[in-house]
Structure formats: C-alpha cells, structure tokens
C-alpha cells in the first residue's frame, strides 16, 4: 500500500470484514477441506452442556443448528415453537431452572425429537418467536457460500487449488494466483546446486 502510494502518488482504499479475516485465519483448514477429500474437524462433544438452551442440535437432514436461549424468559418459548409443551408436567423440565440443573437428560430428548425434521424448519420455528437460533456452518459449506463468493474472499490458483485470498481487501488490487511449486519440483535443481548428481539418489528420492 506505502510502495503503491510511493510510486503513484496515489492512496489506497483497504477494505476488511470478519468473515474475511476468520477465513484467513483457518487458510490451512480451508484449504484442507477445499482440496482433499476428508473433514478435519468434528463437532465438539455437547452433551452435558451448561444450559440445553446454549447447544446445537442435528436435524432430521443431517444438518446442525445451535440455539441461544440464555435468558428464562427463552424456555417457555422453546418448547412451544418445537412442539415439546408435554415435557414441562416432567418436573425435572417445569421451569428454565429446572431445565439448566436437568439438562444433561434433556439432550438426549431433543437430540431424538429435532430429528423429526430439517434445520431450516426448526429455525423456521424458533426464528419466528423470536429465539436466536442458526445453522451451524461448516468448513465445507464455506466454499459454496453465497457472500464469500461474492466478495471474493476465496480464490482459484493455476494449478487447480482454490485458498483464501487475503485477509483484508486492497481496492484496485487482484491477489496473485500463480501456485507454488509442487512437492519435490525443484529437488533436482537443488541438488545440483550443491554439487550433487541426482542420479546417484534416485533411490533415496524415490523412498522420499
């Protein structure tokens, strides 16, 4: 941006995002996901959480939603957008704090009733009472997104990989796509330059 300004005399604009800088900053779990064939995270354990409030939860569609019910008010609104108004004659789930103390055997309940239906019908729910709720993204999910594409924010070098581009955005500016070299290219022009015949360690190169 300084050299830029330097040579032109012209500024520049900079330009960021927090979910330009959070891409950034998982660049090499991205590209993971981006370019082989295997997820690298797993959801965390949830089973005995604080509040079964402040959880996620995994759909009939295999998808997974989080909720954020964090105030009392919350839970009398929860069991009536999904349908569970019968839990409340149990006495372990009669009041929010009833639910907080018990949560760890209300987990299991919910788990097998949000399995009655998709993601989106659930936060449908939710979202219409006015409780937080959303899908919970994945890596993967990350490459078909709408926003992300739209900005930018990922991008496609030449030899076929697709990474993150920067973690901010300089106006004017187009990030460079030429990939680097591939595992092991440049091995034999190293070797020479050491003085090394590479012919003497093709054994060695193959095991390599």
């Not at 012209?10 to 891409?23: D, K, N, P, R, Y």
Request: charged residues 20%.
């Amino acid at each position: 941006m300084l050299f830029r300004s330097q040579r032109t005399g012209e500024g520049q604009t900079v330009a960021g995002s927090l979910v330009q800088t959070s891409l950034w900053a998982q660049v090499l779990n991205i590209g993971s996901i981006a370019n082989t064939t295997q997820e690298t995270l797993d959801v965390h354990t949830r089973d005995h959480p604080r509040s079964a409030l402040v959880n996620q939860y995994k759909a009939g569609d295999g998808k997974w939603f989080t909720i954020a019910g964090i105030l009392p008010r919350y839970w009398p609104i929860f069991v009536e957008a999904v349908g569970i108004q019968h839990i409340q004659a149990d006495s372990r789930f009669t009041t929010f704090e009833d639910m907080q103390k018990n949560s760890s055997e209300l987990v299991p309940l919910l788990d097998q009733h949000f399995l009655s239906h998709p993601a989106d019908y659930w936060i449908e729910q939710m979202l219409a009472r006015g409780l937080w709720c959303g899908r919970c993204n994945t890596l993967a999910d990350v490459l078909t997104d709408e926003h992300i594409e739209a900005n930018g924010y990922l991008t496609q070098l030449d030899d076929g990989a697709r990474t993150v581009t920067m973690p901010f955005t300089l106006l004017g500016y187009t990030p460079p796509t030429e990939a680097g070299p591939a595992l092991g290219e440049h091995t034999e022009e190293v070797l020479r330059e050491l003085g090394i015949d590479p012919a003497n360690l093709q054994g060695a190169g193959a095991k390599a």
